[in-house]
């Protein structure tokens, strides 16, 4: 069979036109290979910093609780499990004396990232609208704008945003990647903003247990922020960090119930579904707080010695009060620190993979173990 279009060039596909990942930014580590090839030259091999990826066991009663559980073979709901739901505002309460919340206000998630990335967009906002992050962040919060086709906007001033429709504000408190951690004051008027606009306020709050010196971190869902009115307001937290489930990808939203609703509507129908043995899991988790203490104290011993190193060899350590990062600088170009530590066999994260205002400091993470953190101080202290 032949037809007047067989000489015709073939018609591009559409999908090869209009690829999504030409909008988003670079993923950034893709930037930081080649310094990862020269930290891994060194005799005593690599270092890694750059990232906060948890290497300890996951608790014992964790992995019981996941082994129990393994028998699954109904599909779980979007919703999740009541006693799941449970443990996590009960552990708000317990922990951070977040009061008014109930099981309708909290939603599992699989993992904090597919959350902060997908969230705009389940939340119905496009081009035209205006998502507000912290001036250094996080840069899933731009990803899931981008997505969506809204607008990011970076900036640590509200008043600087103007009466464009702001229809989402994130706040990242203790923040990755300085550490710093926002006080009450700070937070209220936040809150007063947003209400005052009509903005939905999400804060990423998963190194809230994270905390290493000056006033603790609080939840946008404290009374003393929020006066006990979640509306308009959801926080967002992980057991990642705090249990070492980042392979459990176990995480969840709580505030706002109607938000909270909306967003399980949207779930329902894409089949996002936390597994039921890891929901689980993370009640176990939640309910248990004495493996969130040995963890704290593992990473406090590595802290203060990569901290007393970084010192000595020149840095100065800014903010840092909580998270799993300290937040440093020599006053140069974040790339020559990081060159200058990857020749010690030592890979950190460049300052301004996270905003422009990064540009001369790098951020250290002591998610490592004590054999590697021992390393590291090793290395600082050889002035060659």
């Known amino acids: 069979m032949t037809s007047s279009h067989d000489d015709a060039p073939p018609t591009a596909p559409w999908w090869a036109a209009r690829s999504v990942s030409t909008s988003l930014p670079d993923f950034p580590w893709d930037h930081l290979t080649a310094y990862g090839d020269r930290a891994r030259a060194h005799p005593d091999g690599l270092v890694d910093l750059s990232v906060g990826t948890p290497v300890d066991p996951t608790p014992e009663v964790v992995q019981q609780a996941l082994a129990a559980a393994a028998d699954s073979p109904g599909y779980p709901l979007t919703v999740g499990r009541a006693d799941t739901r449970q443990a996590a505002v009960d552990w708000l309460a317990r922990s951070f004396g977040v009061t008014g919340l109930d099981v309708t206000g909290v939603l599992p998630v699989i993992g904090s990232k597919e959350l902060i990335a997908s969230l705009p967009l389940h939340l119905g906002l496009g081009a035209g609208d205006v998502v507000v992050q912290p001036a250094l962040a996080y840069p899933t919060y731009e990803v899931g704008a981008r997505l969506a086709g809204a607008r990011a906007v970076a900036t640590d001033s509200l008043t600087s945003v103007g009466p464009e429709r702001v229809k ?154 909580a998270s799993l990062y300290l937040w440093v600088t020599r006053g140069e170009p974040c790339w020559d620190t990081v060159g200058w530590l990857a020749d010690r066999g030592i890979l950190v994260a460049p300052g301004e993979f996270y905003g422009p205002s990064g540009a001369e400091h790098v951020r250290v993470a002591f998610t490592v173990t004590d054999e590697r953190v021992a390393a590291a101080v090793r290395r600082l202290a050889d002035r060659d």
């Open 168 to 321: 989402l504000v994130w706040l990242n408190s203790p923040s990755n990647p300085t550490g710093r951690v926002l006080p009450v004051d700070h937070l209220r008027k936040v809150v007063a903003w947003c209400r005052e606009r009509g903005a939905l306020l999400v804060s990423d709050e998963c190194y809230l247990e994270m905390a290493w010196e000056g006033e603790p971190p609080v939840s946008v869902l404290h009374p003393d922020v929020c006066d006990g009115d979640h509306t308009g307001i959801l926080s967002v937290h992980s057991l990642s960090k705090r249990s070492n489930l980042a392979g459990y990808r176990c995480a969840f939203v709580a505030g706002d119930p109607a938000v909270v609703g909306e967003l399980l509507a949207v779930r329902k129908n894409l089949g996002l579904q936390m597994p039921g043995p890891q929901q689980h899991a993370m009640r176990v988790a939640l309910e248990d707080d004495a493996h969130v203490a040995v963890q704290h104290a593992r990473y406090a011993r590595r802290r203060a010695d990569l901290r007393a190193a970084l010192e000595g060899a020149g840095f100065r350590v800014d903010a840092s009060e």
